[in-house]
C-alpha cells in the first residue's frame, strides 16, 4: 500500500522498525500533495524544504541507535492560527498575510521535542470565524468526496488534508466545532478536548473561553496517539488544567461498551435534521447498543438558546481579543495615510473580511455600555444553564451520542449570502463548547450523494477515555473509517 495512505499508528510502526526512512515520507507526501492539492487547496503554506532538511537529519540520528517516539517523523499539518517559528502564520487573513511568528505555540513545541516533520499550515475560515472554509482571504479549500462541497469549518484545510492523504494527521482549532465539523464533512476523526486539557499559548485568539486546540486524524487510535503528545499543563497558559495526563491508548484494550451508558438527547433529533443524517446516527446508536451500551433518553433542555448564546459569547470575546491588530504590532500596516488614527481605521478596513468585521461589530456592540447585561451578562448566565443541563445527563449517563452537523457538507457557495443559515449549521457542536466538555467526531455513514456523516460522542469534563474507548469500540465494529474519497 502507498506510505500515504497509512494512518499514522501504521506508519509509524513501518518508521521504527526501520523499513522507511524520514526522507521517503516526506517525499511520498510532497508527491500526493503535487498531485490533489491542486483540487482540494488545502494548504496556504507548504514547508517541503525544511521538512526534508529535519527528515534527513533525523535518519543520520536514527542510523546510530533506533528509538523512536510516537510523533517522530511523522509528516503533520498545522491550522494556521497556530504559531510556528519562522514559518508564516496567517489566520487566513490579510492583516496576518505576512506574519512569521517569533516561537512555537506550545502544542508545536512538544510536536517537535518528538521530532515530528511539518509539511504545511492549513486553510481556514479568517480567524477561525465560520464553518465552511469559505471566509478564508485566501478562498475556500475543497471537499474530497465532492470538490464542489465546502470541507466543513473552520479547520476545513486540515480536514481536507487528512481525508486526501496530503498528510498523516492534522491540528485543528474548535471554538464551536470547527474540528468536528469539518471532520465529520471529510469522512475522517475530530476530537475537541476538554477546555484546559490542551495549551491553548500560541493559538491565535478567536474566543478565548471556548478555543481549544486537538487532533483531526484518519482513525480513533490516532486520535488518541496526538491527544498523549499535545496534552497536559502549560505555565504559559493560565486556563491550562494542571492535572495528569492518562496514556490514551490504552483504552483500547476494551473492545465492548458493557457497564457504559449512553445517552441520546431529543432535542438534537428535532425539525431541521436531515433524514439521511438522522438514519446515519440512529443507525451507530443500534451499534453501540449491539457492543453493550445501554441506551437511555436525555433531556438537554436549554438546546434552543444556544447558537444565540454562542454568537454572543463569541463575537464578544473575538471583538476584545481582535483589538490587538491595529497595524501597530503584527502584520499589515495601511502606508499614506495622514495620521495615527485613520492608520489604525484603515489597516483594520483593508485587513479585515467581511465575516470578521461583522462579529466585531456584534462583539463590541453586545459589551457597550447599557447593552453589556441585556446581552453578553444574559448569554453568560444561559451559559451556566447549558452547562447545568450536561452536569444532570451525566449524573445518568458516561457519554451523549448525537449528529455532528444537521446536513451532510453543503454546496460551495450555498449559504455565503446569509450569515444566518452558515451558524445554525453549528447548533449540535456549540453547545458543547460553551459547558467545557470534550466531544468527537467520526465517521458513521454515508448519504446517497457519496458524502460523509459524522457521529458525535460528547463526554464528561476531563474523561476523554471514555470517549476514546466508545469511538473505538464503534470503528472497530464498523467499516467507515476505512474508505477513502475517489479524487478525480
Ligand atoms: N462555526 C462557528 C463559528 O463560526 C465555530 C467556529 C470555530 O469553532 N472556530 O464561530
Known amino acids: 500500500m502507498a506510505l500515504y495512505k497509512l494512518t499514522l499508528h501504521e506508519l509509524q510502526e513501518k518508521f521504527t522498525n526501520g523499513e522507511v526512512t524520514a526522507r521517503e515520507i516526506v517525499q511520498a507526501y510532497s508527491l500526493r500533495i503535487s498531485q490533489v492539492e491542486p483540487k482540494v487547496k488545502a494548504y496556504i503554506t507548504?514547508?517541503?524544504?525544511?521538512?526534508?532538511?529535519?527528515?534527513?537529519?533525523?535518519?543520520?540520528?536514527?542510523?546510530?541507535?533506533?528509538?523512536?517516539?510516537?510523533?517522530?517523523?511523522?509528516?503533520?499539518?498545522?491550522?494556521?492560527?497556530?504559531?510556528?517559528?519562522?514559518?508564516?502564520?496567517?489566520?487566513?487573513?490579510?492583516?496576518?498575510?505576512?506574519?512569521?511568528?517569533?516561537?512555537?505555540?506550545?502544542?508545536?513545541?512538544?510536536?517537535?521535542?518528538?521530532?515530528?516533520?511539518?509539511?504545511?499550515?492549513?486553510?481556514?475560515?479568517?480567524?477561525?470565524?465560520?464553518?465552511?472554509?469559505?471566509?478564508?482571504?485566501?478562498?475556500?479549500?475543497?471537499?474530497?468526496?465532492?470538490?464542489?462541497?465546502?470541507?466543513?469549518?473552520?479547520?476545513?484545510?486540515?480536514?481536507?488534508?487528512?481525508?486526501?492523504?496530503?498528510?498523516?494527521?492534522?491540528?485543528?482549532?474548535?471554538?464551536?466545532?470547527?474540528?468536528?465539523?469539518?471532520?465529520?464533512?471529510c469522512g475522517v476523526v475530530g476530537l475537541k478536548p476538554t477546555y484546559g486539557r490542551v495549551?491553548?499559548?500560541?493559538?491565535?485568539?478567536?474566543?478565548?473561553?471556548?478555543?481549544?486546540?486537538?487532533?483531526?486524524?484518519?482513525?480513533?487510535?490516532?486520535?488518541?496517539?496526538?491527544?498523549?503528545?499535545?496534552?497536559?499543563?502549560?505555565?504559559?497558559?493560565?486556563?491550562?488544567?494542571?492535572?495528569?495526563?492518562?496514556?490514551?491508548?490504552?483504552?483500547?484494550?476494551?473492545?465492548?461498551?458493557k457497564k457504559v451508558r449512553v445517552g441520546v438527547p431529543q432535542e438534537y433529533f428535532a425539525e431541521g435534521l436531515d433524514p439521511e443524517v438522522d438514519q446515519a446516527v440512529r443507525g451507530a446508536i443500534e451499534e453501540l447498543k449491539r457492543l453493550g451500551g445501554d441506551i437511555k433518553d436525555v433531556k438537554l433542555p436549554t438546546t434552543d438558546a444556544a447558537i444565540a448564546t454562542y454568537y454572543v459569547v463569541a463575537t464578544a470575546e473575538a471583538s476584545s481579543n481582535l483589538a490587538r491588530y491595529d497595524g501597530v504590532k503584527y502584520g499589515l500596516r495601511s502606508k499614506q495615510t495622514k495620521d495615527l488614527l485613520e492608520m489604525y481605521m484603515t489597516t483594520r478596513q483593508e485587513g479585515f473580511g467581511p465575516e470578521v468585521k461583522r462579529r466585531i461589530m456584534l462583539g463590541t456592540y453586545a459589551l457597550s455600555a447599557g447593552y453589556y447585561d441585556a446581552y453578553y451578562g444574559k448569554a453568560q448566565a444561559v451559559r451556566t444553564l447549558i452547562r447545568r443541563d450536561f452536569e444532570a445527563a451525566f449524573q445518568e449517563v458516561d457519554l451523549i451520542v448525537t449528529p455532528v452537523m444537521p446536513t451532510p457538507a453543503f454546496k460551495l457557495g450555498e449559504k455565503v449570502a446569509d450569515p444566518l443559515q452558515m451558524y445554525l449549521s453549528d447548533i449540535y457542536t456549540i453547545s458543547v463548547n460553551l459547558a467545557g466538555i470534550p466531544a468527537i467526531s467520526l465517521p458513521c455513514g454515508f448519504s446517497k450523494a457519496g458524502l460523509p456523516i459524522g457521529l458525535q460522542i460528547i463526554g464528561r469534563a476531563f474523561e476523554e477515555e471514555t470517549v476514546l474507548r466508545a469511538a473505538h469500540a464503534y470503528e472497530q465494529a464498523t467499516m467507515w473509517h476505512t474508505k477513502k474519497p475517489h479524487m478525480r
Open 199 to 257: 495549551s491553548r499559548f500560541g493559538l491565535v485568539a478567536f474566543a478565548s473561553s471556548l478555543d481549544q486546540i486537538g487532533p483531526i486524524t484518519k482513525d480513533v487510535t490516532d486520535a488518541a496517539v496526538l491527544l498523549n503528545v499535545i496534552a497536559g499543563h502549560d505555565p504559559l497558559d493560565s486556563t491550562s488544567a494542571n492535572l495528569p495526563v492518562p496514556d490514551y491508548t490504552k483504552v483500547f484494550r476494551r473492545k465492548d461498551l
Open 46 to 185: 507548504f514547508t517541503k524544504e525544511s521538512a526534508l532538511a529535519q527528515a534527513d537529519a533525523l535518519d543520520q540520528k536514527l542510523k546510530g541507535w533506533r528509538r523512536t517516539m510516537p510523533l517522530m517523523g511523522m509528516p503533520l499539518a498545522v491550522k494556521d492560527n497556530i504559531c510556528t517559528e519562522d514559518v508564516l502564520t496567517t489566520c487566513a487573513s490579510r492583516i496576518l498575510g505576512n506574519f512569521v511568528p517569533p516561537y512555537d505555540a506550545t502544542v508545536i513545541a512538544r510536536l517537535r521535542g518528538q521530532g515530528y516533520l511539518l509539511l504545511g499550515k492549513t486553510n481556514l475560515d479568517e480567524f477561525a470565524m465560520g464553518s465552511s472554509t469559505e471566509n478564508s482571504a485566501f478562498g475556500p479549500s475543497r471537499n474530497p468526496w465532492n470538490l464542489g462541497s465546502i470541507p466543513g469549518g473552520s479547520s476545513g484545510g486540515s480536514a481536507a488534508a487528512v481525508a486526501a492523504d496530503e498528510c498523516v494527521a492534522a491540528l485543528g482549532s474548535d471554538t464551536g466545532g470547527s474540528i468536528r465539523q469539518p471532520a465529520a464533512c
